[in-house]
């Protein structure tokens, strides 16, 4: 148990930007029409210094 609130608590701690500047994601949403019909994806991407984190799903 102490350990799971110790996990909280970090997640906590660098969710509220304690440890420095919060990280904004970036978003973006395409919406396309092609021989194949209509397609759409969206995504989210978060910077920090050299490191990039893409999250992204099609539809």
């Known amino acids: 148990m102490i350990r799971i609130l110790a996990v ?4 906590a701690l660098a969710g509220c930007g304690v440890d420095g500047e919060p990280i904004r994601p970036s978003t973006n949403t ?3 029409v092609g021989n194949r019909g209509v397609n759409a994806s969206t995504g989210a991407t978060w910077i920090s210094g ?3 984190v893409t999250v992204a799903t099609a539809l």
């Open 8 to 11: 909280l608590s970090l997640a």
């Open 30 to 32: 395409t919406v396309g």
């Open 50 to 52: 050299r490191t990039t």
